[in-house]
């Protein structure tokens, strides 16, 4: 069974940057393509940034140039720099394989307000 741990969230003051962490187990990881997702209130969940096995990335319009996206095979993690952060970016982000798998992790809170 995939297990999959976000961390790393927290409350910011906009303009300001956090790195959020995801450990994979229970699968072969360096085979799959990785995306970070997040639900903001009242919303649906959306695919802001991905990474292909090969190391590839794309990002969603509202966080290109802001978020990065990185992954290390050897230590099965996936990360996701943010900075610019924006109140809107507000929201519990998870990350997931892209296709995403039916189970997903707690995810990690990231509030960004004065």
């Known amino acids: 069974q995939v297990q999959l741990v976000e961390s790393g969230g927290g409350l910011v003051q906009p303009g300001g940057s956090l790195r959020l962490s995801c450990v994979v187990s229970g699968t072969i990881f360096s085979g799959y393509a990785m995306g970070w997702y997040r639900r903001a209130p009242g919303k649906q969940r959306v695919l802001v940034a991905a990474i292909t096995s090969a190391g590839s990335t794309s990002y969603a319009d509202s966080v290109r140039g802001r978020f990065t996206i990185s992954r290390d095979n050897a230590k099965n993690m996936v990360y996701l720099q943010m900075n610019s952060l924006k109140p809107e970016d507000t929201a519990v982000y998870y990350c997931?394989?892209?296709?995403?798998?039916?189970?997903w992790g707690q995810g990690t809170q990231v509030t960004v307000s004065s």
């Open positions: 997931n394989s892209r296709p995403p798998l039916d189970d």
